[in-house]
């Protein structure tokens, strides 16, 4: 049964070459759009990830801290599991950061008759941890160590970056969702068509006694081929364009190249494409009644 | 065999069978006439489950088909070899595919599904034919692929929907002659027809109706 079931499939798909070739290309449109759009949210979300070795966290502490009260306070952060690394700034050494720093401008610090700065611990937060609320969080936390007189850190910053990350992964799975019913409902006319084109012959095959999956097959067959090949065609589309176009763009352009292409996607679409194409069919045909 | 109480069978504006109650049993021929019009064509359907009754119970072999779930339809009609009036070929496939196909729809093996078809070609003449698509055959041609198609497998029942209603009188009687040849391997036939000359001097059963009533029986 499964053999013939592939050879009506083929026998469809042949005879009705050309509307099963338009399915075939819009589907392949539509899986190029949404694969485009899924490589730039791959993009966005792991240029987010590599904030974590930028962003840092300030603890000023209290003027004459002795020195075992600024190890309580460096051990009581290094057991904390939100903090990668601790290090303690002393206010000499600020100083000294903040006149190489001001360069030729040092003179702003001239007249003053002692080190204004604190005593600070430069924390770095886990990848994990790096939402808007797990930070405030934290700051809330190690403000109320002993010692801590003030905590500062890009919140706003921190918070921007979080809301356009979720922004964009959103509209990234909204778009990617309305794209896959486009190719769903594709599949679903192209099959519905050959479906009725065929009524006759069906009613004939329920009439002789053929169970609903020998009426079936050849259509979740053509379904499923006609998606499989819509994401074939999308993916060879999607791998010239990043090999023809991108990689030679980065050559001029620098910031093509930290696009980076997620291999993983390769696979993916013929597979998407045929998952759909199934989905489609199967509503196509709907429930057969004798 | 084929037992049918009470039946009843309205369309919007007519009845088609009204009260109709009967039997045929295992292995009997029996020859369903009447004019056009008189419930033959439904009584058939209703047999094979094309349509149900609206009132009255049906049993078919084993089944019991007011009961019977729709999943369970295909082996039924697995089990009746059915000659539609209007042949009911399909045009796109040759006269070999249109017969393998019930036996396709069964599983069966190519190897054996091969010598099987051209043996049923062969009963109905059509051997050479079996290339040929349906459309380029004559109606008496169409007719005895359908034949070759409804009997290849010796089916439990056969029922047969004027299945000489576009053939000439010698190839009637071929048909009359392949039915008489497999009711006598065992099969349980049923054949509707309007043409009394089909029957007469068969000596089986005739089962006569008008407006949708058994008005009578007779032997042929």
């Not at chain 2, 919007?12 to 049993?25: C, G, I, K, M």
């Not at chain 2, 034919?129 to 007719?143: H, I, N, T, V």
């Not at chain 2, 048909?175 to 049923?190: C, V, Y």
Request: charged fraction near 25%; include cysteine; proline fraction near 3%.
């Amino acid at each position: 049964m499964i053999p013939y079931s592939f050879r009506l499939a083929a026998q469809s798909i042949l005879h009705e070459k050309w509307i099963n070739f338009l399915s075939v290309l819009t589907i392949a449109a539509c899986l190029l759009i949404t694969a485009f759009v899924a490589v730039f949210v791959y993009n966005v979300d792991a240029l987010t990830k590599k904030l974590p070795e930028k962003f840092s966290m300030m603890l000023y502490l209290k003027d004459n801290l002795p020195g075992a009260g600024i190890e309580n306070i460096l051990n009581t952060l290094r057991r904390d599991d939100a903090v990668e690394t601790v290090k303690y700034i002393p206010k000499d050494e600020a100083l000294k950061e903040l006149k190489a720093e001001l360069k030729d401008a040092t003179y702003v610090l001239e007249g003053l008759d002692e080190n204004p700065l604190h005593d600070s611990i430069e924390i770095k937060l886990k990848r994990s941890v790096l939402g808007p609320e797990a930070v405030k969080k934290l700051s809330t936390k190690v403000k109320a160590i002993e010692g801590v007189a003030e905590v500062e850190y890009g919140e706003k910053f921190l918070s921007a970056i979080y809301s356009i990350k979720m922004g964009i992964r959103a509209l990234g799975i909204i778009f990617i969702a309305i794209m896959s019913a486009g190719v769903i409902f594709v599949c679903y006319s192209t099959v519905k068509i050959l479906f009725y084109r065929k009524k006759e012959e069906i009613e004939t095959y329920k009439l002789i006694g053929a169970t609903k999956g020998f009426i079936r097959a050849p259509f979740v067959i053509e379904g499923a081929a006609i998606g499989f090949c819509g994401g074939l065609l999308s993916l060879i589309g999607l791998l010239s364009l990043y090999y023809i176009l991108f990689l030679k763009l980065s050559l001029s352009i620098p910031l093509f190249k930290n696009i980076i292409f997620p291999s993983q996607i390769s696979p993916l679409l013929p597979l998407t494409g045929l998952l759909l194409g199934i989905a489609g069919a199967v509503i196509a045909i709907g429930r057969i009644r004798y | 065999m084929i037992h049918l109480f009470n039946i009843s069978k309205h369309y919007e504006n007519q009845t088609a069978l009204r009260d109709v109650t009967f039997s045929v049993e295992k292995g009997e021929m029996v020859f369903i006439t009447g004019p056009s019009g008189s419930g033959k064509t439904t009584l058939l359907r209703l047999i094979y489950l094309a349509e149900r009754p609206d009132e009255g119970t049906i049993s078919v072999a084993e089944w019991e088909l007011g009961k019977m779930k729709e999943s369970s339809i295909p082996l039924l009609r697995r089990n009746i070899g059915f000659i539609f009036q209007d042949f009911r070929l399909l045009n796109n496939k040759n006269v070999f595919e249109n017969v393998a196909l019930a036996l396709r729809i069964r599983g069966v093996d190519e190897k054996e599904l091969k010598i099987r078809v051209f043996d049923a070609l062969k009963e109905v003449n059509l051997r050479h034919k079996s290339d040929s698509y349906p459309l380029a055959l004559s109606g008496g041609e169409q007719q005895r692929v359908v034949i070759a198609r409804a009997i290849f497998s010796d089916p439990t029942i056969v029922l047969a929907d004027e299945p000489t209603g576009n053939v000439d009188s010698d190839t009637a009687a071929g048909i009359i002659r392949t039915f008489k040849e497999i009711n006598a391997r065992g099969s349980t036939i049923l054949v509707a027809t309007h043409n009394r000359d089909l029957f007469r001097g068969t000596g089986r059963r005739v089962l006569k109706f008008d407006t949708g009533n058994l008005v009578g029986q007779e032997a042929g």
